[in-house]
């Protein structure tokens, strides 16, 4: 094994972190005995020499060596090597991705198109592996064989010959998955797969089996579902409860029903009766109908870069220099930096690994050896939470149904209904997590599936009950059905109101969170004990500020606290908490302690702590007056950040349009975009006192920076009074960005009513029309993009209604 692989010059290549030396080590431990060594060997593969997808010059020298390895029968874990090879050679280049492309990025995208013809070229192998001996290459190779090879009619009719002699349940559902990615990746083909999955989903198979052709009939071919598809995938579901067959294979199903032995499944090409049984790679590898295959073929292959010459590539032929970095040419979002509360991901935090709990949750892979890589960390908490389920793909098989539901809101609503009755816990805890993933793409009546997930909390299982409340804390007004359930838990669960960590400020917990978002007051007993803690949670702040009056009881401790502030090196952590409190309460009492950390502010993120004071005592308004002096002073200073936030606060505070124009106008011509930002906002809220600016934030309005733009736009319209010019720039950005919706929303609801049969009431109304949020974006999303969608829709409704002018927020 493995001949040639010393002859190849690793070191003059390179992967994601540095020379490509250790890369015959690598190979030559997914060839171990050892376990351990097979998964830090993989882990290695992963990530450094496939990091992230990327390919390398030295990934494409491991490519034969890779081979090898799964074609020997000697080798363990065989099927985690073919599903690197196949998301090595896996990648899709079109020709919108080719025209994205600059010159540092060439190489790199020859890279993947040489990957994916090595990879290709030596796909014909998976043809054999499809009946191996070894499980866990029987449940790889089906996926490979489906995005790897160039002749779909092929692969498909394989995958249909193999589907009535499978034992595995698990690798029966690889099978069916496969045919789902043969059809997306092969349109023309769509029809024949959903045909065959309408059938395997109307008989008498297994319930794992019916359930997996409709998640992929929903993935290819939606139309073709059924109509009553809710109370059949429900109906599945509690039969898998009431009968779980980890690996049921053609046996168990045989025994239902009175299916015959081969399960009803019809096979692929027809056979006459006598003709020799199945034989693995007969169908892709010589076969009599492999010409005529291949003529069907044509007209069905995807839209890859695929190099006429698909020889393997010889390893001791690589060109050793390094790919570029990512090929794909990703356009940066433009968020608004502008924002009070940060807007963070939430994941649910991890759970700790159950030994006992892994062994249990062996499967068809075979025994897993926890190791400290990032592959076994990544194994550990699905094995533990897998453990003891008669059907631990079930979860897997739901959420490919949803993703090919889409829009159907409603049909997914009732499915995760049902499945948020299940008298299983694990069942209910994978529909609580995708009932959020649902609310957070999907405009939708969510009530009832809300208060579903509300009585989650009171579960006894810990896991499900902190998936409800990290559910719940994104929803913000929407967990409105779940505040009962929500103030019972944080009753029930004191030691639950502050999380802390091993490094980092401690934080609210997620319960805590939900009903103070919700404006509830039952929340201020929590915040009122994270005041008194020796650390103040990083976000208690913005809690106060979403309770707003409630939250009043209040003030006293965050005025105490911010007393005792340190005025070091470590204030601004120790005192941003407790200013954007006051803030929230605009608590003009609190003047003289927010005046002493601006006065006091270190050199160490003083300017942040800086802008965190102005912003109080801006709140305060009149109640601040004895800040006049202090601001006044701070506004003779031109030319800074700290002269326009100051000039904001004073104009808050005193309305001395006078005394602030001046250094608005000048923040207005600075060289950094977020200060003129800054004091064109400013600028807007002094109204018609701002009108000798007009005619300069006319000319932002076509500025390359799309934010600026936005806040000049509605800047000219506060201080001229003239909305023609700003609406027809703001209408501009919302078709450019969906990022500057809510605030163009903002302006809009504000001038309204819009007139009848206007652009602007075309594209609120088309808003309203959606079902897609206007924030959802694939692998990925945002703590308050629920919110932040939910706000477009008032504003949205609002402008149309013409209900009144003035603030939004």
Known sequence: MFSGIDEVDWASMEHAYGPADDVPQLLRGLASDDPAEREAALDGMYGAVHHQGDVYACT????????ELVVDPGVQDRGSVVELLTSIGGFDLDEDDEAEFDEDEIEGAANYA???????????????LIADEDPGVRLAAPLALATLHRHPVRVLALLRERLPVEPEEEVRLALVEAAGRVALRHRPLAGRVAEWLNRLAGRAHSPGLRLAALAQLARCSPDGLPGDVVPVVSGLLREMRSAPEECAGPEGDAAREGAPARDGIEPGPERAPGAEPFVPGSVGAGSEDAESEDAESED????????????????GQVDAQPAAAEPVNVQPVTTEPLTAEPVTAQPVPPEPVDAEAVTAAETCRGEHVVTPTLVGQLWSPAAQEDAGRGAPWAADL????????????????????????????????DAVRMSGGLIRAWRGPYEELVALVGEQLSDPEPRLAEAASHVLEELFGLAAPAADALAARLAADPGGWVKTWASGPPGLGSTVKALARLGDARAVPALAAALELPQVAHDVGFAVGHLGAAARPLAGALRRRLAEV???EGAYDRASPLLAGLTGLRAGEAAPEVLRVLRGAPEYRGEWLRTAALRALGSFGPAAREAVTELRALVRRPGTASATEAAEALWAVSGDAEAVLPALIEGLGSDQVHDR?????????????????????????????LWLRVDAAIALWEVSGRPEETTEALLTAWERSRHVRVRVAECLA?????????????????????????????GGYGSHDIHEDEKLLALCRQALRGTGKGTTT
């Open 114 to 128: 040489m990957a994916a013809a090595a990879v290709t070229a030596g796909a014909g192998v998976f043809f054999e």
């Open 300 to 315: 069905v292959r995807p839209v890859d870069v695929q190099p006429a010459d698909t020889q393997p590539i010889d390893p």
């Open 566 to 568: 340190a005025l070091d």
């Open 60 to 67: 494409l020298a491991c490519i034969p060596f890779l081979f």
């Open 677 to 705: 930002r800054a004091a064109a906002v400013a600028l807007g809220a002094l109204g018609p006192r701002a009108a000798v600016v007009a005619p300069r934030l006319r000319g932002l309005l076509a500025h390359e920076e």
């Open 398 to 429: 739901l959420r490919t149904l949803h993703v090919g539901l889409d829009d159907r809101v409603g049909d997914r609503t009732a499915l995760l209904a049902d499945q948020l009755r299940s008298p299983d816990r694990r069942q209910r805890i």
């Open 750 to 778: 504000r001038m309204g009513p819009v007139p009848q049969g206007s652009a602007a009431a075309h594209v609120l109304r088309s808003e309203l029309a959606s079902v897609r949020r206007h924030n959802a974006m694939d």
